[in-house]
């Protein structure tokens, strides 16, 4: 499996943006479905929870229904890579954020690798 790296996050003002990036390691990125996931400040890593997926190939996306609207997903496969872009944010995103491959190519199967993550603090 790939080795995932995210980079992007920061702290940005309520209402900003923030465009979240997980590059792989290997070529067999463009095989997998890659899932978004957040753990909230003060939580268990173990309480992660799912924000976005997309597809191997990118033709399907699934959302939180928090995020809807205001984040988007999408991958370049060509450069192993996967992007969140993050609008509207509000101080509840606040939020460490971690990509992760599925072992399969649509976003039904489980994760088989996750990155370090990235922190996102929203704040005025």
């Known amino acids: 499996q790939s080795q995932l790296v995210e980079s992007g996050g920061g702290l940005v003002q309520p209402g900003g943006s923030l465009r979240l990036s997980c590059a792989a390691s290997s070529l067999t990125l463009g095989q997998y479905a890659i899932g978004w996931f957040r753990q909230a400040p003060g939580k268990d890593w173990k309480d992660r929870k799912g924000v976005s997926c997309i597809s191997s190939r990118g033709d399907s996306t699934n959302y939180v229904d928090s995020v809807k609207g205001r984040f988007t997903i999408s991958r370049d496969n060509a450069k192993n890579t996967v992007y969140l872009q993050m609008n509207s944010l509000k101080p509840d995103d606040t939020a460490i954020y971690y990509c992760?491959?599925?072992?399969?190519?649509?976003?039904?199967?489980?994760?088989?690798?996750w990155g370090q993550g990235t922190q996102v603090t929203v704040s005025s």
């Open positions: 992760a491959s599925f072992n399969t190519a649509d976003c039904s199967g489980l994760v088989a690798s």
